[in-house]
């Protein structure tokens, strides 16, 4: 097989890198000629004192790697596959508290309880306010004429959604959208937020979290705050447990979206006829497809428990494997034409909400809902949106984020 011919010491974990693009033909080079290679890295640059890891970038090792965590750990390093060389070890382990980096039979227990805020019921349930709440953004965002569709349309329904599941008064929404942008932000210089910073975003939302707990144990209410900890006897998350979830909220029923509804506005409007066919049909096809296209989560990481082979690379215990979902969205062997965005793909098998296995995210079918929701709401309000300049890309090394994409709204 032939080494696949990248520029010197290219990073696939490097934020400069997503600042400007989602490196898909670097993917591509892999999926060719190495689909699992090892990337070396500086000593210590990733804050695991370690020197790489190893690039997973077909759809079918993707799947298996995220199906297998008694071989493939999220627990050991946590899911986050790059911080800065100056993260602590005690700084990554404190975040092992989180759902997404802990493996069965822990991670099991929790996500039997948490799931009861996202049965098919709970999420039917939010379908008539967030409607109402996505036509109200809209309408809103239309009284301006023009501004920055992430800010005005793509941040505000997610964090409405948030809000309405578990109980969050509105009214504290900014809060966690500004806690949430902390947490995420520590790579991009432009926003002056350091690892410190993100880190104190992060306690402050966990303890907001922890109070809402507390005062549901004295007060039930019903909502799924009271659901999920008002009787810890009964098997239920401790304020503690409650605090640490709202956290993972925050990013991954946050930022998620709100970036797959940026990239998605984004997609319409630089392929017209795609638009053209959505407001005219509303395919049911449509929010799945920009999930894969946006693919908003580039990367997670896992680490090796033992000695183990993966597509013909040999993984030794204790290293760090990148599982890329952004090339395995984009995998020929199993998409038609994976570079066209076509909202009327059918099958869609994308690894958009993950590769399947014990972590598989959890509010999918809410993620969906909101992108229906609010895609409806701009295709009835605002029909002629057009793009007013290019996106502002965020440096990340693992989140395919927009910053900025300014539009007028006709």
Known sequence: MPCPALPDGFDFTDPDVYRDRVPLPEFAQLRRTAPVWWNAQPHNIAGFGDDGYWVVTRHADVKEVSTRPDVFSAHRNTSIIRFNESMTRDQIDVQKLIMLNMDPPEHTRVRQIVQRGFTPRSIRALEDALRDRAGRIVAEAKKNGRGDFVTDIACELPLQAIAELIGIPQEDRSRIFDWSNKMVAYDDPELAITEEVGVNAAMELISYAMNLAAARKECPAKDIV?????????????????????????????????????????????????????????????????????????????????????????????????????????????????????????????????????????????????????????????????????????????????????????
């Open 226 to 410: 009271s659901a999920l900890v008002a009787a810890e006897d009964e098997g239920n998350l401790g304020s503690d447990e409650f605090g640490f979830f709202v956290l993972l909220l925050a990013v991954a029923g946050n930022e998620t979206t709100r970036n797959a509804i940026t990239h998605g506005m984004h997609a319409f409007l630089t392929h017209p006829e795609q638009w053209e066919l959505y407001k005219r049909e509303r395919p049911s096809t449509a929010a799945e497809e920009i999930v894969r296209w946006a693919t908003p989560v580039v990367s997670f990481q896992r680490t090796a428990t033992q000695d183990t082979e993966l597509g013909g690379a040999h993984i030794k215990e204790g290293q760090r494997v990148g599982i890329f979902y952004a090339s395995a969205n984009n995998d020929p062997e199993v998409f038609d034409r994976p570079e066209d965005f076509d909202i009327t793909r059918d099958p869609n098998p994308h690894l958009g909400f993950g590769g399947g296995g014990p972590h598989f995210c959890l509010g999918k079918s809410l993620a969906v809902l909101e992108i229906d929701l609010i895609f409806n709401a701009i295709a009835d309000a605002v029909p002629d949106i057009a793009l007013s300049g290019d996106p502002r890309r965020l440096r990340s090394a693992w989140l395919n984020g927009v910053k900025e994409l300014r539009v007028s709204y006709g």
